[in-house]
């Protein structure tokens, strides 16, 4: 779990991003982070580089900074830290888009950039919005280590139309104490302990991934494999 850090992101590259988002044409590159890319053809890449140019992702790999000064690309180093999806399509149903918060080319450019708590696969992966040392939406850069930079997005866009996915249902933990209910609105509802509505918020499904937004304000991401479902840790088998 990614808590409050003293873990920044530099900022040199600060007045250049915001100068550029408001009229330049400059990529933007994130350098030699760990990115998630919820694609599970591509996986999780270590020392790896994500470049942006407007609201979309152009490139994602290894060695895309060696060619930072020919592309003339803003480039922030995101040594140490973990970039991972954080945000779906504005009025994307649940359960029916192949690439729901993913980030491969193509894709929107929104994510976000987290200290690297652990190297263990994403479906362990949690982090809130305010610990954040950088947040993207659609290429603009929203918050910047703790610090706010523009007015509150509306993530929760139009009606969700009911999602038709095996993967809907309650989830229940090995323990028997946490009860996952995921449903077709794109809504999910967990009991932890016998205490109702312990967690709530939205989720989307992208293969045999599931992504989590908490309406407490965190992120966190899940993933199915052979009839279980893999979240935060835990190993959760259809009730």
């Known amino acids: 779990m990614t808590t409050a850090t003293t873990h920044q992101l530099s900022d040199d590259v600060l007045p250049g991003i915001l100068a550029n988002q408001a009229g330049g044409r400059r990529p933007l590159l994130f350098a030699h982070a760990t990115v998630c890319t919820m694609d599970p053809l591509v996986g999780v890449l270590p020392d790896a580089d994500l470049l942006l140019r407007g609201s979309h992702i152009a490139r994602v790999g290894s060695g895309l900074s060696v060619a930072a000064e020919d592309d003339d690309a803003l480039v922030v180093d995101c040594t140490g830290f973990t970039i991972a999806p954080a945000g779906i399509e504005t009025g994307a149903v649940?359960?029916?888009?192949?690439?729901?918060?993913?980030?491969?080319?193509?894709d929107p450019a929104t994510f976000g950039v987290v200290p690297s708590a652990h190297t263990g696969p994403i479906e362990r992966l949690v982090w809130y919005t305010a610990d954040a040392a950088a947040i993207v939406a659609d290429g603009v850069l929203q918050r910047w280590n703790g610090r706010r930079l523009t007015a509150p997005i509306d993530e929760t866009g139009p009606g969700r139309a009911p999602a038709d996915s095996p993967h809907l249902g309650v989830w229940v933990d090995e323990t028997g104490s946490i009860h996952q209910e995921i449903t077709a609105d794109g809504r999910y509802d967990e009991t932890r302990g016998g205490r109702p509505h312990a967690y709530q918020g939205a989720f989307w499904l992208s293969g045999d991934r599931i992504v989590y937004r908490d309406d407490l304000g965190f992120w966190a991401y899940g993933r199915f494999q052979d009839g279980v479902l893999h979240h935060g840790g835990y190993v959760f088998r259809r009730r």
């Open 94 to 106: 649940a359960g029916q888009r192949d690439r729901v918060g993913s980030l491969t080319p193509g």
